[in-house]
Structure formats: structure tokens, C-alpha cells
């Protein structure tokens, strides 16, 4: 099958793969125990903290692992504002419409408890403009939540500007970072983040671990999202995944390396000049501005449902985000870039995999351009 879904996760490398193989016959040993073993298992995890720690320009003892950018993105709402971090009068959250649905369930949550969210709109390329942030801040708000990357367009927020604007206003500012890791340059200080998300998965490393940065931890008074026996600076109690840590840690060390070769293959552009040279209608859904590997089709005289269905073994195509693909509604993302029912159901969100050719992307081609009619 042609896989056009990175964007919700990446085929594991095998780089990895064999780490983790190594690491599930070796790495068994309880990280927290005191003997030889335990003690190597405990080393083996805090070099892949210090790794990911160099990658973002923090310290390891910023760095706590956790099942995923979800749990991640759980502790930096959660953690903070349920606990005695942020005084009691600062009941007030900015985030955006364009969010990963994780952040809109926990924001629920957190209005159930009393809290005010504020949902920023993106601008008409899908991306925040400072100036909306600087208008939501308030001098209740305790927390601004901005996504480094959109997972369905691809588009790279400001982040540096909006996190200065925090900063300024004394605010708390978390971004999710699991569409940008390794694939554009991350410092937590020129982007002036307080807490950051990470996913392996997206990376081409295991599914089931992530990791949260969160500076000056040791100076915090957070609460565990998960209560156990002191892991992860007792933030997230349970038995550290010492086999996925390193799977993580070796996905880190080479994903760039694929990452920077598919680049160089222009793949987006292609598709896009193969779209015109087939006279093909379609629409961008974002800017320019964005990751290489991913774009928002929109195909407005395509009959998606044929070619969905006569490709279903053949094409691995998303409509929105994996965690909305199966709902009825439309994408929430494309629905706040103002595009209609109609519209939304004929877009897909395509990712592209590292060793994608040119042949495949012609196949893709051929068969929109067979369920086409009214070409241009």
C-alpha cells in the first residue's frame, strides 16, 4: 500500500525496531532497582533524557518521560493549574480552535472545575497571529496552549513571538511539539516555552511514549497525574518503559537524517505541479509556510467517496486527524479556516512516508484524476 498517513504516524524505522529488540532481551531490569542491572537500566534511560534535552536546548532534569504527547499535554494543563503553581484567582486559559482534540477534552474537563477558556482563531493561512494571543491574554489567565505545528496543515505557528508575548504578561505558555520534533529546529529558549510535548510515534520511533520539557521543574510544585512511587520526579508514577525510552533515543538520533533526505525530493512540490500538469482543481488549506511532509487537499470536483472506496487497499489517505477520521463531523480544523461541509469532506490531510517515490505520487495522481470530473 502507498502510505499517505505520517502525519498521524510514522512506519517504525528499522534502526529502531532493532533497538528495541536489543533493549526488550537486555533492558528488562526495574530502572528504580539497586542492583547492577537496574543501576544500567537507569543509566540507558537518563542518556536518551540528556539526548532529547540537547535537542531542544534544555537540561535533563527538565525532561520527564510519559506515554505520549496526550499524557504530555494532560500534565502541562493539569499538573499546573491543579496545583499549587498558579495562585487560585487565575482561572482564565487561551488556546486556539486549531488545537490536537486532546486539548479541547481537557479544556472541558477544566471548565467543569470553574476555568474560562478563550479559543483563539487562526488566521485564513492557518496559522496564530500574535496579535490574537496579545487581545485573549487577561489578568486572570493562568496558561496559553499553541500548537508548534498543526497536524492536519502542516503550518508552523510563531511560536517565539507568542511565547515573548507570554512571557511578558507573566503567563505560562505550552506548546505542543509532536508534528515539529526533528523536523524543524527546536530551542525551548528562543521560543521562549515554559512546558513542550513530544511524541515518538511521529518520529518513527514506538507508539506508547513521549516525553513533556518543563522548565525549572525541580523549583515546581506540580501535581502527579498519575500518583506511584516517586518515577519522573514523582510527576508520573509507574514502572519507567525503559525498552521504548531507547527506542525513542534511537529515533532521535536518525530521524533527521531520513528527514532532511525526503526533503530533497520535493515531494509536496511535485504532487502539486502533477495536480496542474492533470488539470486537476484544488485548493491548499493553509500557507506556505509548512512542513514539507504534509498538506491540507482540498478536491472540490473529485468524487472522494470513489476514489476512496476503489483504492481502499491501495491508498492510505486521512480525512483530518486520525483522532477524527472516524466521526461524522467534519474537521474541526478546516472548519475554523471557514471551509464548509462540502468542502471539508472533499479534503484529505496527506503525509507523506520518508522513502515515498515519484511513482507512487503518479499512481495517487492517476486515480484522483479518474475520479475527476470538470477539470480545469
Request: glycine share 6%; with cysteine.
Amino acid at each position: 500500500m502507498i502510505y499517505l498517513d505520517t502525519a498521524a504516524s510514522y512506519p517504525i524505522l528499522s534502526e529502531v525496531r532493532l533497538a528495541l529488540s536489543e533493549a526488550f532481551e537486555s533492558m528488562y531490569a526495574n530502572s528504580a532497582s539497586n542492583h547492577f542491572l537496574g543501576e544500567k537500566v537507569s543509566h540507558e534511560i537518563n542518556v536518551v533524557r540528556e539526548q532529547l534535552a540537547d535537542e531542544i536546548g534544555a537540561y535533563p532534569s527538565e525532561i520527564i518521560f510519559t506515554s505520549g504527547a496526550t499524557e504530555s499535554n494532560n500534565i502541562a494543563f493539569k499538573s499546573f493549574l491543579l496545583g499549587a503553581e498558579i495562585p487560585t484567582d487565575k482561572k482564565h486559559i487561551v488556546t486556539t480552535e486549531i488545537e490536537h482534540k486532546c486539548i479541547f477534552s481537557i479544556c472541558d474537563y477544566l471548565k467543569s472545575l470553574g476555568y474560562e477558556i478563550t479559543y483563539v482563531k487562526p488566521n485564513k493561512c492557518g496559522t496564530i497571529d500574535v496579535d490574537s494571543i496579545v487581545n485573549a491574554i487577561r489578568l486572570d489567565t493562568a496558561l496559553v496552549s499553541v500548537m508548534h505545528v498543526n497536524n492536519e496543515l502542516g503550518t508552523i505557528n510563531p511560536i517565539a513571538e507568542i511565547g515573548k508575548v507570554c512571557f511578558n504578561a507573566g503567563v505560562l505558555f505550552h506548546s505542543d511539539a509532536a508534528q515539529s520534533f526533528k523536523k524543524i529546529d527546536i530551542d525551548v529558549d528562543d521560543l521562549n516555552v515554559d512546558i513542550m510535548s513530544f511524541s515518538a510515534h511521529k518520529i518513527g520511533g514506538p507508539k506508547g511514549i513521549g516525553a513533556i520539557y518543563i522548565r525549572d521543574l525541580r523549583k515546581k510544585h506540580l501535581i502527579p497525574v498519575i500518583h506511584g512511587a516517586g518515577q519522573e520526579d514523582g510527576l508520573r508514577g509507574g514502572t519507567v518503559a525503559a525498552p521504548l525510552i531507547i527506542g525513542f533515543g534511537k529515533a532521535i538520533e536518525i530521524f533527521s537524517n531520513y528527514y532532511e533526505k525526503f526533503k530533497l525530493l520535493q515531494i509536496r512540490s511535485y504532487l502539486l505541479e502533477q495536480l496542474n500538469l492533470n488539470e486537476i482543481k484544488y485548493q491548499i488549506n493553509g500557507s506556505e509556510l509548512a512542513l514539507e511532509s504534509c498538506v491540507s487537499l482540498t478536491l472540490p470536483n473529485t468524487n472522494i467517496e470513489v476514489l476512496v472506496r476503489k483504492n481502499e487497499n491501495e491508498l492510505c489517505l486521512a480525512q483530518g486527524s486520525a483522532c477524527s477520521s472516524k466521526e461524522i463531523e467534519p474537521s474541526h480544523v478546516l472548519i475554523a479556516l471557514g471551509l464548509d461541509r462540502e468542502l471539508a469532506d472533499h479534503t484529505f490531510r496527506v503525509s507523506f512516508s520518508l522513502d515515498i517515490s515519484t511513482n507512487e505520487l503518479d499512481f495517487f495522481i492517476a486515480e484522483i484524476s479518474e475520479a475527476t470530473t470538470n477539470k480545469i
